[in-house]
């Protein structure tokens, strides 16, 4: 099933009223550093301190009377886990997180505060898409993945839609629209919109070094499946490989994709702080690295839209970060 412009703009009614329609904002001390415009959409200030709260809404909002009955299941490290919860929440049907038993504590514990059930396994020993599937079965519940679902991509796509608008009001036109990619959901969505609106808008994905799968993909024109023999800093973007549903989007919008070191995320993780006064994860901070570590080509004039994704970060972590002791 493929997705739509006309899917976005369905979404983006069934948000109004539920999703926060974040700010696009300046800072000129960034503009002076790169000597460029940069528009920044912090999705660090949407319900559960994410994007992920976009497509879980929309999904679930579409389920039948009998569907919710049996509820949803999702498999997540941490910011689609509380998407799910609270949209669960907030549409009166029970949700079951699997979550990797090392995932992030501010992540697990914000899920089960949203009223989700957890079920905790091992990453290194066990599937969480077989332990999914098997609770699914159980419950007669349905699994609502990360990235690879219609309504998910659609749902996320609001950002592009929101970008687009926001930066017509402040009377800027778009040369570069800068997102992290994981499994693609969030890029495919939003540089399927923000193409519809603004053709001319080059679109920059940033992956973490050793999780590249995306850039691998699109040189090689098909999926590629890594197998990283080391963990990211980023682990919101420790996807194996791009989605069946998102790669072939990415494949006719994204221009680039530019790849970013953990000590490069590290600093901008610490930027964002400093100077923007912004607390931003490691996954959300990938596109703020790859600008200050000029890794990404200047494509003409205009503004560069750069979505920050996330701001759930473990509070050690994030002092370890800001000590510079990673």
């Not at 592009?160 to 629209?177: D, F, K, N, P």
């Amino acid at each position: 099933m493929s997705v739509s412009f006309s899917d976005i703009e369905a979404a983006a009614g069934r948000l109004a009223g539920h999703a926060a329609r974040t700010p696009l904002i300046e800072s000129p001390a960034l503009n002076d550093r790169l000597g460029r415009r940069v528009l920044i959409k912090p999705e660090t200030l949407q319900r559960v301190g994410a994007f992920k709260f976009r497509g879980a809404y929309n999904r679930l909002s579409q389920l039948s009377a009998e569907e919710a009955k049996g509820g949803v299941v999702a498999f997540s490290s941490g910011n689609h886990a509380q998407g799910v919860a609270l949209a669960a929440r907030l549409l009166g049907m029970p949700a079951l997180i699997v979550m990797p038993a090392d995932a992030p504590a501010v992540k697990v514990e914000a899920t089960r505060g949203y009223g989700a059930e957890i079920k905790l396994y091992d990453r290194l020993t066990e599937d969480r898409e077989v332990i999914a599937a098997q609770i699914a079965a159980e419950r007669g519940a349905v699994i609502v993945p990360a990235f690879d679902d219609p309504h998910v991509i659609a749902g996320q796509g609001t950002v592009g839609l929101e970008i687009v608008a926001q930066a017509r009001e402040l009377g800027a036109t778009l040369s570069t629209l800068i997102a992290p990619v994981g499994g693609g959901g969030l890029m495919a969505g939003t540089s399927l919109a923000v193409k519809t609106l603004s053709p001319q808008t080059a679109v920059v994905g940033v992956e973490p070094e050793g999780f590249d799968d995306t850039l691998r993909s699109l040189q090689k024109g098909e999926r590629i499946v890594t197998k990283p023999a080391t963990r990211s800093l980023c682990d919101a973007l420790e996807s194996p490989a791009p989605g069946l549903l998102t790669f072939p989007i990415l494949q006719k919008t994204v221009a680039d994709i530019a790849v970013v070191t953990d000590a490069e995320v590290a600093e901008a993780m610490r930027y964002a702080f400093s100077t923007l006064k912004l607390v931003v994860e490691p996954g959300g901070s990938v596109g703020l690295a790859a600008l200050l570590a000029g890794k990404v080509k200047d494509y003409g004039e205009g503004a560069t839209a750069l979505v920050l994704s996330g701001g759930n970060v473990d509070s050690e972590l994030f002092a370890k970060v800001l000590r510079k002791e990673l």
